[in-house]
């Protein structure tokens, strides 16, 4: 049995924590022995104790900002570097201690923080690294540029989530030769036995989810809502998710908006969603507003529920969705444009039925946790056999 440590360096439970969670539930125990590596408390570790998985924990480490703006130049406080450097240090050593107890093989980084302490710790044991690839940036500044070679030139294989994402990662660059694209996937089994809402044509039910950062694009949605109560007064839109930054910068912006437009008693804010079939049972429409997205996990999910999305039409989301096959695709950051599009989905019965037909269909034939984890593991043979 060979042993993996997974390693995850976030506390949050959020769409790569959730796919990590999935492919250890299904990867083949009589062949890898999962050891998970994340900071101690936080949702993901309550996740964990709840899904029985062996995991240890390790100190977190609290990133300073070093770079700021000095007119049109991007500069870096030293002193800063410094202490950022010196504070990775007690995590190292740590995850040296767990891979020389466990004796592991093989080390699968699941965020892109984990990703400098991976590589070193790859370099220092010489045991092979895979740096999962989740999510990118739209601008790198020169030192996360540096920072990601830095990655690249350690990372024995990456795994990337969309075509698109590995096509943006070339640009850097980063060695295509190494890359992988493997698409996310869903556990059919979790929405089996799914109840859908009992729809009433005159109040349907939007629905939206992610961590509520400002590229995720809630406030296009919000935006958008005034055109659509034109047609449909009695609309709702619920909202999943929480900001993640310490202030609420964003989520209290989403608030302002909605003061702004009188819209407090047609949109409602959830908060994290333990459960997203919780969400789901409770919508008519999907609707996902990114202004850059490599995969969007939440568009499976939905498909998988079988509600009908409608998407921005950017990133790796066209390799889920066929504009009018199986999903609704429409241009980042155009409310009105989005707000046309979901009320012509809305007022159709027959486009919303042809959709998740088809969107089934996409699931079971392309995204599926099974698929997911078999092209995993088969990445695990060649790494470990070589």
Same mark, same amino acid.
């Given at each position: 049995?060979?042993?993996?440590?997974?390693?995850?360096?976030?506390?949050?439970?959020?769409?790569?924590?959730?796919?990590?969670?999935?492919?250890?539930?299904?990867?083949? #125990? /009589?062949?890898?022995? @999962?050891?998970?590596v994340?900071?101690?408390?936080?949702?993901?570790?309550? %996740?964990?104790?709840?899904?029985?998985?062996?995991?240890?924990?390790?100190?977190?480490?609290?990133? #300073?900002?070093?770079?700021?703006?000095?007119? #049109? !130049?991007?500069?870096?406080?030293?002193?800063?570097?410094?202490?950022?450097?010196?504070?990775?240090?007690?995590?190292?050593?740590? &995850?040296?201690?767990?891979?020389?107890?466990?004796?592991?093989?093989?080390?699968?980084?699941?965020?892109?923080?984990?990703?400098?302490?991976?590589?070193?710790?790859?370099?220092?044991?010489?045991? @092979?690294?895979?740096?999962?690839? $989740?999510?990118?940036?739209?601008?790198?500044?020169?030192?996360? +540029?540096?920072?990601?070679?830095?990655?690249?030139?350690?990372?024995?294989?990456?795994?990337?989530?969309?075509?698109?994402?590995?096509?943006?990662?070339?640009?850097?660059?980063?060695?295509?030769?190494?890359?992988?694209?493997?698409?996310?996937?869903?556990?059919?089994?979790?929405?089996?036995?799914? +109840?859908?809402r009992?729809?009433?044509?005159?109040?349907?039910? =939007?629905?939206?989810?992610?961590?509520?950062?400002?590229?995720?694009?809630?406030?296009?949605?919000?935006? %958008? !809502? @005034?055109?659509?109560?034109?047609?449909?007064?009695?609309?709702?839109?619920?909202?999943?998710?929480e /900001?993640?930054? @310490?202030?609420?910068?964003?989520?209290?912006?989403?608030?302002?908006?909605?003061? $702004?437009?009188?819209?407090?008693?047609?949109? $409602?804010?959830?908060?994290?969603?333990?459960?997203?079939?919780?969400?789901?049972?409770?919508?008519?429409?999907?609707?996902?507003?990114? =202004?850059?997205?490599?995969?969007?996990?939440?568009?499976?999910?939905?498909?998988?529920?079988?509600?009908?999305v409608?998407?921005?039409?950017?990133?790796?989301?066209?390799?889920?969705?066929?504009?009018?096959?199986?999903g609704?695709?429409?241009?980042?950051?155009?409310? /009105?444009? &989005? %707000?046309?599009?979901?009320i012509?989905?809305?007022?159709?019965?027959?486009?919303?039925?042809?959709?998740?037909?088809?969107?089934c269909?996409?699931?079971?034939?392309?995204?599926?946790?099974?698929?997911?984890?078999?092209?995993?593991?088969?990445?695990?043979?060649?790494? =470990?056999?070589?």
């Amino acid at each position: 049995m060979r042993k993996i440590l997974y390693l995850q360096t976030e506390s949050i439970l959020g769409g790569a924590e959730v796919s990590l969670l999935s492919l250890i539930k299904y990867l083949d #125990k /009589d062949q890898f022995h @999962p050891v998970v590596v994340c900071p101690k408390g936080g949702d993901f570790e309550r %996740a964990l104790q709840q899904s029985g998985i062996c995991y240890r924990t390790i100190s977190s480490q609290t990133i #300073k900002q070093a770079g700021f703006w000095w007119g #049109k !130049m991007r500069l870096y406080n030293p002193v800063v570097l410094l202490e950022n450097a010196i504070g990775t240090l007690p995590i190292l050593f740590e &995850l040296k201690k767990i891979v020389r107890i466990e004796s592991i093989e093989l080390i699968h980084v699941n965020t892109l923080k984990g990703v400098f302490y991976g590589a070193l710790i790859s370099w220092i044991c010489r045991i @092979p690294m895979i740096w999962h690839m $989740r999510d990118y940036f739209t601008w790198y500044s020169p030192l996360q +540029k540096c920072l990601f070679r830095f990655y690249g030139f350690f990372s024995t294989r990456i795994i990337v989530n969309s075509k698109q994402a590995m096509q943006y990662l070339m640009k850097l660059p980063l060695s295509s030769s190494k890359m992988v694209c493997i698409y996310n996937g869903v556990d059919l089994s979790r929405f089996e036995r799914i +109840k859908p809402r009992s729809k009433n044509r005159n109040a349907p039910v =939007l629905g939206a989810m992610g961590r509520l950062v400002p590229h995720k694009g809630f406030h296009f949605i919000i935006e %958008a !809502m @005034p055109r659509i109560l034109e047609v449909f007064p009695m609309a709702t839109l619920i909202i999943a998710g929480e /900001d993640p930054t @310490p202030d609420h910068t964003y989520y209290n912006d989403l608030i302002s908006r909605v003061n $702004r437009l009188r819209l407090a008693s047609h949109v $409602r804010f959830e908060g994290f969603v333990n459960n997203p079939i919780t969400l789901y049972q409770q919508i008519d429409l999907f609707v996902h507003t990114p =202004l850059n997205e490599p995969f969007g996990r939440v568009i499976i999910e939905a498909m998988a529920a079988k509600v009908p999305v409608v998407a921005s039409n950017v990133g790796g989301i066209p390799e889920i969705i066929t504009e009018g096959l199986n999903g609704m695709l429409v241009p980042a950051g155009n409310p /009105d444009s &989005l %707000a046309e599009t979901v009320i012509t989905l809305l007022q159709s019965k027959d486009i919303q039925s042809k959709l998740i037909q088809n969107a089934c269909q996409t699931i079971q034939q392309q995204f599926t946790i099974q698929a997911h984890v078999s092209q995993v593991q088969h990445l695990y043979f060649q790494m =470990l056999n070589a």
